[in-house]
């Protein structure tokens, strides 16, 4: 049986010579391989958005081709509210939907209330004015 006193002494051997210079390392392949990775993600990125430039290229020419009836313009909330043009039957569905129709922006109220009180709120007004557009 070993005991601490007759188990061989652990020394380190100290020489005279000059410790050798390390040589340097180079990256390791978890860095190279992260490096082709980065590269790889760029170079796809490069040819998606070149994709998405020329395709959207092809689309703008094809838009300025066709002739397209000048867009009237959006409707202020006041003009949604009036309801201008509208017969007094479908002016009274216009404003019985707009009461009852719940704002999907998740500001929980109608769509008639979202229009008065919320300004920053952009899906009332496209809410009403498709159902004015549909009412007309």
Do not use: M
């Not at 020489?15 to 040589?23: E, K, S």
């Not at 066709?66 to 313009?73: E, T």
């Not at 709120?121 to 159902?131: D, G």
């Amino acid at each position: 049986r070993l005991t601490v006193s007759s188990s061989p002494p652990r020394f380190r051997v100290v020489t005279d010579d000059p410790p050798r210079p390390r040589r340097p390392r180079g990256p390791g392949p978890a860095v190279l391989l992260v490096g082709l990775y980065a590269l790889l993600f760029i170079g796809t990125l490069f040819v998606l958005r070149s994709r998405a430039v020329r395709s959207s290229a092809g689309a703008r020419a094809g838009d300025a081709s066709q002739a397209k009836a000048p867009a009237s313009p959006p409707l202020t909330r006041a003009a949604l509210l009036e309801a201008a043009g509208l017969s007094p039957a479908a002016r009274a569905e216009y404003f019985h939907r707009l009461s009852s129709d719940c704002c999907p922006c998740g500001c929980d109220l109608n769509v008639r209330d979202c229009l008065v009180s919320d300004e920053t709120c952009v899906k009332s007004p496209a809410i009403a004015a498709a159902l004015l557009r549909e009412l007309e």
